[in-house]
């Protein structure tokens, strides 16, 4: 026994149980300050932590782990003793894969209580994988990469959106599908919209659970709409007031085209400017991330508020198990865990944005496939006002409201979250509910 730990055990006094109990709730609590990895000695490489269905594959570079759930099997013999009607109806079943995008924090094991019945319903592989940055994938030290001189994307950075997309795109192409339902959490939707907007010809339907993708308000363009109304209403000489032969609102109107003029240089101006200081503060934001002082603060936060994160995005916490605290904090042991987050930061807030390129947001109502909101009524995370006017701004689109569920229906919640996605891929991409009810 070690000096250090004498005077401490010297300290307990009261019965042996007394004793014992006392140096249990010592051990819980050395063992909870390790749970964000605070002993880097004790850290491993992912493979060492899979499961037994793990699986590893190499996409640009990064070892991807994901799972893969398949449905299950049926003979041909019971396929012949089905009636026609139901082999009628087997010929209709949906048979598309589903990819799952996990959120934030989360990884492949958030999935865990859904992956085998949406399996089983859709009648295909149903995949989850591990985005850079989370679960078990291995984290790439971005900026110390080589560089190869050739045409891989000038070093696509693993922790960007952009990364993302081209590996969902090419689980749709592991599957050997020619399109996938997309299933995304959180910030995973983020993920699956874009995808979708890549190559919506490989998309079948979108799925949208609590997705952290901020809703456009349409309560401006109604505003600005009837602004228009009015400004219209003047130009056809319908007031009194402003007629078109008073020299004053001439010549008023004559000073506002000019300082509109001299305001639009001065836009055109700063906006070069911002350019400059926008590329400056990027770059110093990045050296200041990098720090060894940013990647400590990182694993302060992560072992202070890490478990607390967690009970917040339920609705009832104390259905959360050891298990589930388990299979969220277990990423937490995986080398180089801390510096992979502050890359995955890094890329969030500096990536490139293409200014050609309209916003997401201004996307939204262009999404043409089939697209199911699903929120919970207590999301503390992502309020579900947000699901609402977001469903709004997809056309089309279908919103289901989970009561006493808060930022994880399909964990929380995952039988009836489980009806609700069959019910709506019946709905949309199954067999017509008249045949349904004939079998």
Not at 85 to 99: E, M, T
Not at 250 to 277: H, P
Not at 361 to 390: H, M, Q
Not at 395 to 420: D, M, Q, T
Request: one cysteine or more; proline letters at 5%.
């Amino acid at each position: 026994m070690s000096r250090e730990f004498l005077p401490r055990a010297a300290s307990l006094s009261g019965s042996g149980a007394e004793y014992t109990e006392q140096l249990l709730g010592t051990e819980k609590q050395r063992q909870r300050q390790r749970v964000a990895g605070m002993d880097q000695d004790e850290l491993l490489d992912p493979p060492a932590l899979a499961d037994p269905d793990s699986r590893f594959c190499e996409f640009k570079g990064v070892q991807i782990h994901h799972k893969i759930c398949e449905a299950p099997d049926q003979t041909e013999q019971l396929l012949q003793e089905q009636a026609p009607s139901q082999l009628y109806y087997q010929d209709k079943r949906i048979a598309l894969p589903i990819i799952l995008l996990h959120g934030f924090g989360a990884s492949v094991f958030s999935w865990d209580r859904v992956m085998k019945p949406l399996a089983s319903f859709v009648r295909s592989k149903v995949l989850a994988f591990d985005r850079p940055a989370f679960g078990l994938t291995s984290r790439v030290t971005y900026f110390e990469r080589p560089s190869t001189g050739g045409d891989d994307l000038q070093l696509l950075n693993p922790y960007s959106m952009a990364f993302s997309v081209l590996a969902t795109l090419s689980f749709i192409d592991l599957l050997a599908a020619k399109e996938a339902i997309l299933m995304g959490h959180s910030a995973g939707s983020l993920v699956a919209v874009n995808t979708y907007f890549e190559a919506p010809e490989r998309v079948a339907a979108l799925i949208l659970v609590a997705p952290a993708i901020l809703a456009p308000n349409i309560l401006p363009k109604f505003i600005k709409g009837n602004q228009m109304e009015r400004e219209n209403q003047i130009d056809d000489g319908n007031s009194n007031f402003y007629d078109r032969d008073n020299v004053l609102i001439r010549i008023g109107k004559t000073l506002s085209k000019f300082y509109l003029f001299i305001a639009q240089q001065i836009v055109r101006i700063l906006k070069g400017m911002g350019n400059m200081i926008s590329s400056l503060y990027k770059r110093s934001l990045t050296v200041i991330l990098r720090s060894a002082i940013a990647v400590m603060l990182i694993r302060f936060i992560i072992d202070k508020f890490g478990i607390a994160a967690i009970r917040n995005a339920w609705y009832d916490a104390n259905q959360i198990t050891t298990h589930v605290l388990n299979g969220y904090t277990k990423p937490l042991r995986v080398k180089g865990w801390d510096r992979a987050l502050v890359e995955y930061t890094i890329a969030m807030l500096t990536g490139p944005a293409s200014e050609s390129e309209p916003s997401l947001t201004k996307r939204l109502n262009k999404i043409s496939c089939p697209v199911l909101i699903v929120t919970g009524d207590s999301d503390r995370i992502v309020p579900p006002w947000n699901a609402e006017k977001l469903s709004q701004a997809i056309p089309g689109s279908h919103l289901e409201v989970i009561k006493n569920c808060g930022h994880l229906p399909h964990e929380e919640r995952a039988e009836e979250f489980v009806s609700i996605v069959e019910k709506f891929l019946r709905r949309v991409l199954g067999a017509p509910e008249e045949q349904l009810a004939a079998i």
